[in-house]
């Protein structure tokens, strides 16, 4: 079958054919997806930005249903759409549908949120007059989303932008267009009138230039990485364009001697290789103090040989594919390099082989690693993770905070003392106390410091500020 874009309320062919391909059995394709070409994407701007008066002052009532209808659906149909996921990324069926779940109450939140907002009025410093604050759509938004999250990252973009009375145009990951397209399907039958909402599929080089230049586009919202970001904020600062961009992490996970030493070892195991350490709040520094150190390597490594790494769709795999060639071939070459500088390799590191072809790797643990290592300065990306000894809490903090990113950062701690201080002085968005980094909840704002994130913040009544603008008037009964 060949799937087509959602341009001003039609489901529109051209440009080239790209095919979706299993990362679990590359003999497995799951349709044809057709890419937009420039011209088309300019066509969906326009339509957007037709659509947009009357949709950004449209009934709240009838915008709050169709999003809940959009939720329910998801909801409903979530084994199917969560099957569809993992097929096409590689992450183990639980987690596909989990993630589709989270999307359908992504929209029911949203749905909710467009009958609460609300403004403000304050009165003036001058006589007579009151002042009065509300909050008004921003306009045409581009949504530019990454491979990893197939349905929870646009869900937690679309949402937003549509209750607050935006038109959107939608550009997901070249891996994973199937997703994207099962979501769009489930939008334009939803009621949303045509032009609202826009899918254009296709290259970052084509697609995602048009979105991040054109002047026709009133705010972008970016996740993905961090040499693109950079891109997209240069080009937004030109047009002054509003923009919010999530990008990496290298995020710290922190094991303190009071830990207990089966959380610690969840909590790593979790953070560092489930889903096959393809999520942005991955912990992949592993910075543990001198009294656990020993036992806490040895007991990760025992936990790490008995995951089961298949077939995404294969009931008790624990942990998926790598999704593509080009991410397995970077994740080796990261092994690889770790082995150079000296790291000592604990567990994994290398390709296995299944029942079909695809792109399986045991998940690398590697210790006596230095902050300074490759392995410990840039975001792979995938299930290799570096262990570094520190002597004490000071030290453990001072190295989970150096690096350039900032998103999430763990602590496996007993001590009430060190949990506060370092729920404090973590240089990131997300602070996580025996909790894995990854895995958050649906209606809390989601975001980084440093070089993680730029803008404001994502998901939950944070989401408002975002996507849309402050008005303040100022009104006088004379
Ligand atoms: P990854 O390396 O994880 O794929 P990218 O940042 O390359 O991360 O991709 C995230 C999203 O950004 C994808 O939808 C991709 O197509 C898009 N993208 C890539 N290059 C550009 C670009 N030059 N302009 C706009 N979007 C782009």
């Known amino acids: 079958m060949i799937y087509n874009n959602l341009i001003a309320g039609e489901w529109s062919s051209g440009g080239e054919l790209i095919q979706n391909i299993n990362p679990s059995n590359t003999d497995d394709v799951l349709g044809d997806y057709s890419f937009a070409t420039a011209e088309q994407t ?31 659906e998801i909801l409903a149909r979530s084994k199917e759409l969560g099957q569809l996921l993992s097929r096409e990324e ?37 006589p007579d007059i009151s002042v009065e604050i509300t909050r008004e759509a921003v306009g045409v938004v581009a949504l530019i989303t990454p491979w990893n999250f197939p349905i929870a990252i646009p869900a937690w973009k679309i949402a937003p932008a549509l209750a607050y009375g935006n038109c959107v145009v939608f550009k997901p990951a070249e891996l994973v267009p199937g997703s ?108 543990v103090t001198e009294g656990i150190h020993d036992r806490f390597v040895t007991a990760l490594g025992q936990r790490m040989e008995a995951l089961r790494i298949d077939d995404a769709l294969l009931a008790g795999t624990d942990i998926g594919p790598v999704v593509d060639q080009r991410q397995l071939s970077k994740n080796l070459e990261y092994i690889a390099s770790s082995h150079a500088e000296g790291a000592r390799l604990i567990f994994g590191g290398e390709t296995l082989l299944r029942t079909h072809h695809g792109f399986y790797l045991a998940p690398a643990l590697f210790a006596d690693t230095t902050p300074d290592m490759r392995l410990n300065r840039e ?69 980084g410091r440093k070089d993680s994130s730029y803008g404001a913040r994502e998901q939950g009544r944070y989401a408002a500020e975002f996507y849309t603008a402050v008005k303040t008037a100022y009104i006088s009964s004379h």
């Not at 339509?47 to 939720?71: H, Y």
């Not at 950062?409 to 404090?424: E, N, P, Q």
């Open 42 to 72: 300019h066509t969906a701007i326009a339509a957007a930005r037709l659509a947009f008066p009357t949709w950004s002052r449209s009934n709240i009532q009838s915008r709050a249903e169709i999003l809940d209808r959009i939720g329910n």
């Open 90 to 126: 590689g992450k183990p069926l639980a987690e596909g549908i989990g993630e589709t779940v989270r999307a359908g109450n992504i929209f029911k939140f949203f749905a909710g949120e467009v009958l609460r907002t609300g403004g403000e009025i304050m009165p003036s410093v001058r």
């Open 180 to 287: 994207a397209w099962m979501l769009a399907d489930i939008i334009h039958r939803s009621g949303v009138p045509a032009g609202v909402f826009n899918l254009v599929m296709g290259r970052g080089d084509v697609v995602g230039e048009v979105l991040a230049t054109s002047a026709d586009i009133d705010a972008i919202s970016f996740t993905g990485s961090q040499g693109v970001g950079r891109r997209l904020a240069q080009h937004a600062m030109v047009n002054m364009t509003k923009v919010q961009l999530e990008m990496g992490g290298k995020n710290p996970q922190v094991i303190l001697d009071d830990a207990d030493l089966e959380t610690a070892v969840n909590v790593a195991l979790q953070s560092a290789f489930f889903s096959t350490g393809q999520r942005c709040t991955a912990a992949s520094r592993l910075i």
């Open 379 to 447: 975001e792979i990306f995938g299930p290799v993770a570096g262990v570094i000894r520190v002597k004490d809490y000071d030290e453990a903090l001072a190295v989970a905070n150096d690096t350039p990113f900032g998103l999430t950062a763990g602590i496996a701690t007993t001590s009430l003392k060190y949990a506060s201080d370092f729920r404090r002085n973590a240089q990131a968005g997300m602070v996580m106390v025996n909790v894995p980094t990854a895995g958050v909840d649906y209606h809390v704002p989601f975001g």
